[in-house]
């Protein structure tokens, strides 16, 4: 009775999702979809972001083909949208860069240390390799 009981809650909960999302018109999608990001963005991985990057190029794709059917104001919603999820790449882009600084100053003395003893054993050696 219980599982009975989850399962029709479940479909409920499904089947109202679906009704609302379908009721959403393409630039509201892409809106939430930035909205969405935005919220979870702090916690993607590189794999989110690639799945995050593909899904949000698909909408803006359907969106150029219908986009003279949209009016000014979805247009702007888009547009709005669409700088909100740049500037979350840049975000990401620049914390990436930063932690790449870090990595490569923590690695930087055992870098520099084996290279300098290659250099001395380069200049060290008689010539006779």
């Known amino acids: 009775m219980k599982k009975t009981f989850l399962g029709m809650l ?3 909960v499904v089947g109202m ?3 609302v999302s379908c009721g959403k018109s393409l630039p509201q999608k892409i809106d939430d979809f930035v909205d969405n990001a935005s919220l979870k963005s702090a916690n993607y ?3 989110d972001w690639d ?3 593909e899904r949000f190029e698909e909408l803006i ?3 150029k083909a219908k986009e003279n059917s949209f009016t000014k104001e979805e247009k702007q919603m888009v547009s709005r949208a669409i700088g909100r999820y740049q500037a979350l790449l840049i975000k990401q882009g620049v914390k990436d ?3 790449f600084i870090n990595d490569l100053r923590e690695s930087l ?3 520099l240390e084996e290279f ?3 250099l001395k054993d380069i200049f060290s050696s008689d010539g006779n390799d």
């Open 51 to 53: 799945k995050s990057k």
């Open 45 to 47: 991985t590189k794999e």
């Open 10 to 12: 479940l479909l409920a």
């Open 109 to 111: 003395p055992s870098l």
């Open 97 to 99: 860069a930063e932690d």
């Open 17 to 19: 999702s679906f009704t």
């Open 61 to 63: 794709e359907k969106y």
């Open 116 to 118: 300098g003893n290659e």
